[in-house]
């Protein structure tokens, strides 16, 4: 896409998410002149503090890098005033963008948001639209206002969910796609050959901050919905049910072909595979388990050291 003209782009980005976008307008006629990022974390056990990967990339690329803790002491807004940016592209920043950030470059702010807007606006739409069942997602592209995902739809591109596909997969085709759909956008604002759509007020919803108590598994819910929570909640924060007072995680399920007329959350197969009896008489079995400070590991390696006697509860009553 290189063209007799390019912009000058500040971008805005914190997880291995929006590298893709990060990467493809540096590779693009388009001039990179900041990036903004979280502040740096700590990570792992030894809580080493660790700069996400979207400043990782910027750094390798030699891209000044800015960090700020807030947005709305005038800091940032005066440090982009100097940078002068024609553009500003958001994807997963983290940090809601004051008025006064908004209005400064000459095209404003877009934002790469992972939903079919105005659906599942928010903080985890692409594990939420998973654990809710949904078919197709896709990214959006808009011009950021000030209030969250609400702004007027610049371009979408829809794609399909695999049945079995996991949120960790779907990041990942996402990314993608949504760096290729931010690449045209900017080229289509470049040209003015794009019209803002306002977002429908119909369907709609938000994802929420996704929080480990929410993915316990719930057995009176259907082997759908089960495994949707399953994929919707993989890599973090992982479903799990509690047995014998230990957190075991679920990483992996399929729903079993059988129907079974017992009451929810009940062990039906143990010979080979996990099976459990699920709502409205359907059975779910469990491929891949975690159990509290071991490995993942199969079905059938997991009955070799837990007896699970047909008939008996998955999960145990008490948390431990």
Same mark, same amino acid.
């Given at each position: 896409?290189?063209?007799?003209?390019?912009?000058?782009?500040?971008? &805005?980005?914190? @997880?291995?998410?929006?590298?893709?976008?990060?990467?493809?307008? *540096?590779?693009?006629?388009?001039?990179?002149?900041?990036?903004?990022?979280?502040?740096?974390?700590?990570?792992?056990?030894?809580?080493?503090?660790?700069? @996400? +990967?979207?400043?990782?990339?910027?750094?390798?690329? /030699?891209?000044?890098?800015?960090?700020?803790?807030?947005?709305?002491?005038?800091?940032?807004?005066?440090?982009?005033?100097?940078?002068?940016?024609?553009?500003?592209?958001?994807?997963?920043?983290?940090?809601?963008? +004051?008025?006064?950030?908004?209005?400064?470059?000459?095209?404003? *702010?877009?934002?790469?948001?992972?939903?079919?807007?105005?659906?599942?606006? /928010?903080?985890?739409?692409?594990?939420?639209?998973?654990? *809710?069942?949904? $078919?197709?997602?896709?990214?959006?592209?808009?011009?950021?206002?000030?209030?969250?995902?609400?702004?007027?739809?610049?371009?979408?591109?829809?794609?399909?969910?695999?049945?079995?596909?996991?949120?960790?997969?779907?990041?990942?085709?996402?990314?993608?796609? !949504?760096?290729?759909? &931010?690449?045209?956008?900017?080229?289509?604002?470049?040209?003015? !050959?794009?019209? @803002?759509? @306002?977002?429908?007020?119909?369907?709609?919803?938000?994802?929420?901050?996704?929080?480990?108590?929410?993915?316990?598994?719930?057995?009176?819910?259907?082997?759908?919905?089960?495994?949707?929570?399953?994929?919707?909640?993989?890599?973090? +924060?992982?479903?799990?049910?509690?047995?014998? /007072? $230990?957190?075991?995680?679920?990483?992996?399920?399929?729903?079993?072909?059988?129907?079974?007329?017992?009451?929810?959350?009940?062990?039906?197969?143990?010979?080979?595979?996990?099976?459990?009896? *699920?709502?409205?008489?359907?059975?779910?079995?469990?491929?891949?388990?975690?159990?509290?400070?071991?490995?993942?590991?199969?079905?059938?390696?997991?009955l070799r050291g837990h007896a699970l006697e047909? /008939?008996?509860?998955?999960?145990?009553?008490?948390?431990?």
């Amino acid at each position: 896409m290189m063209g007799e003209s390019a912009l000058r782009i500040v971008f &805005m980005g914190t @997880p291995d998410y929006a590298v893709p976008t990060l990467a493809a307008l *540096c590779e693009s006629s388009h001039e990179i002149i900041g990036v903004f990022a979280q502040p740096d974390k700590p990570v792992g056990r030894k809580r080493i503090l660790t700069a @996400p +990967p979207v400043k990782q990339y910027a750094v390798e690329k /030699g891209i000044p890098v800015y960090q700020p803790n807030t947005l709305r002491d005038g800091v940032a807004t005066e440090q982009l005033r100097e940078m002068n940016p024609d553009l500003i592209v958001v994807v997963a920043y983290g940090k809601i963008l +004051p008025k006064e950030i908004l209005q400064l470059p000459k095209f404003g *702010c877009i934002n790469g948001h992972a939903s079919l807007l105005p659906a599942y606006r /928010g903080a985890s739409p692409i594990q939420w639209c998973i654990v *809710c069942g949904e $078919k197709e997602t896709g990214v959006t592209i808009m011009q950021m206002d000030e209030g969250m995902d609400t702004g007027d739809i610049l371009q979408v591109k829809r794609t399909a969910i695999g049945e079995n596909e996991t949120a960790e997969e779907l990041f990942e085709r996402l990314s993608t796609l !949504s760096a290729s759909l &931010m690449l045209d956008t900017v080229a289509k604002i470049e040209e003015g !050959s794009i019209t @803002p759509i @306002p977002q429908s007020t119909d369907g709609v919803s938000y994802a929420p901050i996704l929080k480990k108590e929410m993915a316990e598994l719930d057995f009176s819910k259907t082997a759908q919905a089960l495994h949707n929570a399953i994929r919707g909640y993989y890599s973090w +924060p992982c479903a799990f049910f509690f047995r014998d /007072g $230990k957190r075991i995680k679920v990483l992996k399920s399929r729903i079993d072909d059988a129907t079974i007329a017992k009451p929810c959350g009940l062990v039906v197969e143990n010979s080979g595979k996990i099976a459990v009896s *699920c709502g409205d008489g359907t059975v779910l079995s469990l491929e891949l388990l975690q159990p509290e400070g071991s490995r993942a590991m199969t079905a059938q390696e997991f009955l070799r050291g837990h007896a699970l006697e047909i /008939g008996e509860p998955i999960a145990g009553e008490n948390h431990g």
